[in-house]
């Protein structure tokens, strides 16, 4: 599976950005998109997921700002509002499937997100 991200730039505090994450096969066959975030410095962490069932999760630092969706093909979105200097990190995408062996992790190559004046 080949996970692409988009979307990223760079935005005044308070504002929105919109990122995707197109999936080479179907989102539904994915048990559980995610995405994460690292700053400099930081380890990465979770922001929020969605099961192929349609529940969604969020970190607490983003709840109430952040959004995750999915149209009805390939695509997850991840839509930040309010945005803070301290949001400002690398978004990436993963995906989990699961697989006769176990769990099989894939990941995007991550976009920059960058939170300023």
């Known amino acids: 599976v080949q996970l692409v991200e988009s979307g990223g730039g760079l935005v005044q505090p308070g504002g929105s950005l919109r990122l995707s994450c197109h999936a080479s096969?179907?989102?539904?066959?994915?048990?559980?998109m995610d995405w994460y975030r690292q700053a400099p410095g930081q380890q990465r962490e979770l922001v929020g997921g969605i099961t192929n069932r349609g529940a969604t999760n969020y970190a607490d630092p983003v709840k109430g700002r952040f959004t995750i969706s999915r149209d009805n093909a390939n695509t997850v979105y991840l839509q930040m509002n309010s945005l803070k200097p301290e949001d400002t990190a690398v978004y990436y995408c993963?995906?989990?499937?699961?697989?006769?062996?176990?769990?099989?992790?894939?990941w995007g190559q991550g976009t920059q997100v960058t939170v300023s004046l």
């Open positions: 096969e179907s989102i539904f066959k994915l048990n559980v």
């Open positions: 993963h995906a989990l499937l699961s697989s006769p062996s176990g769990w099989d992790n894939y």
